[in-house]
Structure formats: C-alpha cells, structure tokens
C-alpha cells in the first residue's frame, strides 16, 4: 500500500467529509441538498446533488455562479477552499508545523 497514506489520514479526511456535508445541510442560506424531497414528499437522499454542489466552484461554464463561491462571505460553503485549508491545517499539525513534504535535497539538483 502506498506509505504515505495511513489510516489516519482516511478517518481524518472521512470524518471532515461528513462534517461538510452536514454543515451544508443545516447551514440557513442552504439546506436541501443532500436530502431533497420527492414527488410522494418523502425526503430522500440525493448524492448526485451534492456532487454537483462541490463541484460548483470549479464549473467553469457557470461563471457567475462560479464567482460567487470565491466570494469572501460565501467561502465557508466552497468545499474546494475549505478542504485545501483543513488539509493544509492537518499537514502542519501531524508535522508539528514541519514542512517536511517539502525538503528538497539541493545536491541533487546542481553538482556543488
């Protein structure tokens, strides 16, 4: 298996998925989008939804509804931002605010 991907880093980015999903769930301007109501009234769960919600920030074809998840009010529901900053946040916290994803070896680069 791949040694750089733990169990823990699943059950963190698992756990944060759920989250996500039911902060937009319950957030007020919002609601709706998991759980959608059918033509009997009975409220069923509806993935396809959400996919196209997370994936909205990055629909380039919409651009106004595109620019609108980049806007400063509504970043707290634009799951690209919010996964890269709790990935980020993760990271430097299982490092212990070492980068050490990112050391480079300059002799490798250039003769010294």
Same mark, same amino acid.
Request: proline residues 3%; aromatic residues 18%; charged residues 15%.
């Given at each position: 298996?791949?040694? %750089? *991907?733990? %169990? #823990?880093?699943?059950? !963190?980015?698992?756990? /944060?998925?759920? @989250? &996500? =999903?039911? /902060?937009?769930?319950?957030?007020?301007?919002?609601?709706? *989008?998991?759980? +959608? #109501?059918?033509?009997?009234? +009975?409220? +069923? @769960?509806?993935?396809?939804? !959400?996919?196209? !919600?997370?994936?909205?920030?990055?629909?380039? $074809? $919409? $651009?106004?509804?595109? $620019?609108?998840? %980049?806007?400063?009010?509504? @970043?707290?529901?634009? &799951?690209? !931002?919010?996964? =890269?900053?709790?990935?980020? =946040? /993760?990271? @430097?916290?299982? #490092?212990?605010? +070492?980068?050490? =994803?990112?050391? &480079?070896?300059?002799?490798? /680069?250039?003769?010294?």
């Amino acid at each position: 298996m791949i040694d %750089w *991907i733990d %169990w #823990t880093d699943i059950l !963190f980015f698992g756990t /944060y998925n759920v @989250l &996500y =999903a039911f /902060y937009v769930e319950l957030h007020p301007g919002l609601g709706k *989008i998991i759980l +959608r #109501t059918d033509s009997n009234g +009975r409220d +069923r @769960l509806n993935m396809s939804s !959400f996919f196209n !919600f997370i994936t909205t920030p990055l629909n380039f $074809k $919409k $651009k106004n509804i595109m $620019k609108m998840f %980049w806007q400063p009010s509504n @970043l707290d529901i634009n &799951y690209v !931002f919010t996964t =890269a900053m709790f990935l980020s =946040a /993760y990271s @430097l916290l299982r #490092t212990g605010g +070492r980068m050490s =994803a990112i050391e &480079y070896d300059i002799g490798n /680069y250039c003769s010294i």
